[in-house]
């Protein structure tokens, strides 16, 4: 079996690609930048394109029997996906797994959901076998908010207080893969959840224990939280983040009621403590 990884060199995807390689997949990652390369372990195919001109792409399909599909947050995430799904239908590519996100009231105003979702719509129309991996969003995040936790002693991102299960990229890539290796192939949706519910208070509180200095909750008022980011973010990104944070406000990001951990996790998930003391302590974000 060929697996072709589209964002093998990324935080999460580069996790999944170790993954699929110990399981015995042959892998290939696409790439459209020679600087990535090294990255990329040896024994995995490195095939070159680019998903914003989508006949760069149709030679990295070729003889790949299963495409994991991991995309970055960018204004041409769709299409950039729907160059990819129709590569791998006009390739007969069977199987495909795609990352997603956890979905609740009020994301579908958010541009990088509604990506995501006419991507999806795509695959599940076609003949393909697959499956989605729809996460809680990533510890890895912070590695943003680095200098504001250091030098100002405050935690922005204005998750509210309702809980948001984060997780590691290193367990949403063991998830990943394992969504593709799973025997049999099981189509349909899974979300995965980090092993604890966070709220905006209990991050600062935890950054204040490792740095042993206060660190403070910026809040949830999102028009001061606009502010204060500036320049930060492009325009299109800060609206869409702003739209997000106000639906998380509303509802939270974590399991329902009775939802049971996926299958796909591995059976120790990294706690956010274990992830942040590596971040403040060296600073260096490692997918190992």
Do not use: C
Not at 52 to 65: H, L, Q, R, Y
Request: proline share 5%.
């Amino acid at each position: 079996m060929v697996t072709l990884v589209v964002g093998g060199t990324g935080k999460v995807g580069s996790v999944a690609v170790r993954h699929l390689v110990d399981k015995g997949r042959a892998v290939r990652v696409i790439t459209h930048s020679p600087d990535k390369e090294s990255s990329i372990p040896s024994g995995v195919e490195v095939a070159r394109g680019d998903l914003d001109k989508p006949e760069t792409i149709v030679p990295a399909f070729n003889g790949v029997d299963e495409l994991v599909l991991v995309l970055q947050v960018n204004p041409n995430e769709q299409a950039r996906g729907l160059a990819a799904v129709e590569a791998a239908k006009a390739a007969g590519v069977k199987r495909l797994v795609f990352l997603s996100l956890v979905h609740g009231p009020g994301t579908e105003l958010v541009p990088f959901y509604q990506s995501k979702l006419a991507i999806e719509a795509a695959f599940k129309q076609s003949d393909m076998e697959w499956a989605v991996v729809r996460s809680s969003s990533f510890f890895q995040s912070d590695a943003g908010l680095k200098s504001e936790i250091l030098n100002q002693g405050v935690f922005s991102a204005p998750i509210g207080s309702m809980g948001v299960s984060r997780i590691d990229t290193r367990d949403v890539g063991y998830a990943v893969a394992e969504a593709m290796t799973k025997e049999p192939f099981e189509t349909g949706e899974f979300r995965i959840f980090g092993p604890e519910a966070l709220t905006g208070e209990s991050i600062a509180q935890i950054y204040s224990k490792l740095l042993g200095k206060p660190v403070r909750y910026f809040g949830d008022d999102l028009d001061e939280w606009a502010a204060f980011k500036g320049d930060a973010f492009p325009p299109w990104s800060l609206n869409a983040l702003r739209n997000m944070y106000g639906a998380i406000q509303k509802t939270g990001m974590k399991p329902e009621e009775g939802e049971k951990k996926s299958s796909l996790l591995p059976e120790d998930l990294t706690t956010f403590e274990t992830f942040a003391r590596g971040l403040v302590s060296t600073g260096t974000i490692s997918v190992s």
